[in-house]
């Protein structure tokens, strides 16, 4: 009965203002939870499955949606129910999607309601795998950019037999599991019915041919390993962990594929001086009491190299100012950069002579004598200072 079922937004788990595109995310995580190819015998998950495609079939229908947001289930009593293709486009992409996920598939045939699947596994080119390296810089480096040069061991087409992998003077020949196609379809009872799942061909490993003869260089792979040099521009403004994408420089691909990238992480050096937080740079500067006190002009070391500031009297201990535009360059906008936040610390004495503190006891009793000893009550009493 329609009042028996549950909320569509509900069962979705999804506000009744999602968009097309979170309707879709949220059916899709569910059919791939509760498909039934996943919990075989499931009862239950069967029948989640079914529930979740129904709401998905109403909400992701403009015309359908908007009837259930005015009248609820009640729109579709005396219709015969919700009614739903999984041919239809609406279920196509995301069964396309699960399929490719669930199976381990690159496309998908169809879904014949409860009538049948099809999934498909290509054997066509398929990239390479990336390769991952690292590299050190220093602050200043990460702030400038720079270029650096990394030795490697990297894979590149056997100059024995041309990458084919054969032995010299042979070739490949077609192989007889899957007639040159590298496709083999296997069919097995579902609970949809008879399912169709084609795979790449186990003895060609999908690529429709065999090498008998295997070249000694490469062993039949087709590559062999090289010393290397790669250049790396490591562009100004780059964090501390980032990578940087050379192409073509990683793993050879299988059938006809390209190479994978290789990945260089950019690991960068603490600096005494600086540090950094996104875009801006911080430091701190130390200050004398007099400075603090009557102001005065001042160099600030930057990335950029010194600066000069003009220091108001009566700088506090702690303040902070902003040198704009000098801080981190932006990745992608290397004419806008961050601010460098400067922090103006107080640089007390630890040691004094006689007359620094006798200097220092005439302007304390200027400023009303604040040096005092003694906690009782009662006239206090000076403290030696000369000891």
Do not use: W
């Amino acid at each position: 009965m329609a009042e028996s079922k549950r909320d569509y937004y509900e069962v979705l788990g999804i506000p009744r203002t999602a968009t097309e595109d979170e309707i879709k995310r949220a059916y899709r995580k569910l059919a791939k939870k509760y498909h039934p190819d996943v919990n075989p015998g499931d009862k239950d998950a069967e029948a989640k499955f079914k529930e979740a495609s129904e709401a998905y079939a109403v909400l992701i229908d403009p015309e359908k949606k908007a009837k259930y947001d005015q009248f609820g289930h009640a729109a579709f009593d005396g219709t015969g129910g919700v009614s739903y293709d999984y041919n239809s486009a609406d279920f196509s992409d995301i069964f396309s999607d699960l399929f490719g996920d669930l199976f381990g598939g690159g496309g998908f045939g169809g879904f014949g309601g409860f009538g049948g699947t099809r999934t498909r596994t290509r054997g066509g080119p398929v990239q390479g795998a990336n390769t991952r390296a690292r590299i050190r810089i220093t602050f200043k480096e990460a702030i400038t950019g720079c270029e650096k040069e990394l030795e490697l061991n990297l894979k590149e087409a056997c100059p024995e037999c041309g990458g084919s992998g054969a032995k010299k003077g042979t070739s490949p020949v077609t192989c007889t599991q899957c007639g040159g196609s590298g496709q083999i379809t296997m069919t097995q009872q579902t609970i949809f019915g008879m399912s169709q799942t084609v795979r790449a061909c186990p003895t060609c490993s999908g690529t429709g041919r065999v090498i008998k003869d295997k070249c000694p260089k490469c062993s039949g792979s087709g590559y062999v390993s090289r010393r290397q040099k790669v250049q790396v521009s490591v562009p100004a403004g780059i964090d501390d962990g980032q990578s940087i994408r050379i192409r073509g420089k990683g793993e050879p691909g299988a059938n006809g594929g390209p190479f994978g990238d290789l990945l260089v992480e950019v690991r960068v050096a603490e600096d005494p001086v600086f540090a950094r937080e996104d875009t801006d740079i911080f430091s701190a500067v130390n200050i004398s009491y007099a400075q603090a006190a009557l102001g005065d002009t001042i160099r600030i070391p930057t990335v950029d190299g010194e600066v000069e500031y003009e220091l108001k009297p009566g700088t506090q201990p702690g303040t902070r100012i902003r040198l704009r535009g000098k801080g981190v360059p932006y990745l992608r906008q290397n004419n806008v950069r961050g601010d460098h936040y400067v922090t103006f610390l107080v640089r007390v004495p630890e040691k004094m002579n006689r007359e620094q503190k006798e200097a220092l006891l005439a302007f304390d009793a200027a400023m009303g004598g604040g040096l005092s000893g003694g906690d009782g009550p009662g006239p206090k009493k000076k403290k030696n200072i000369f000891r």
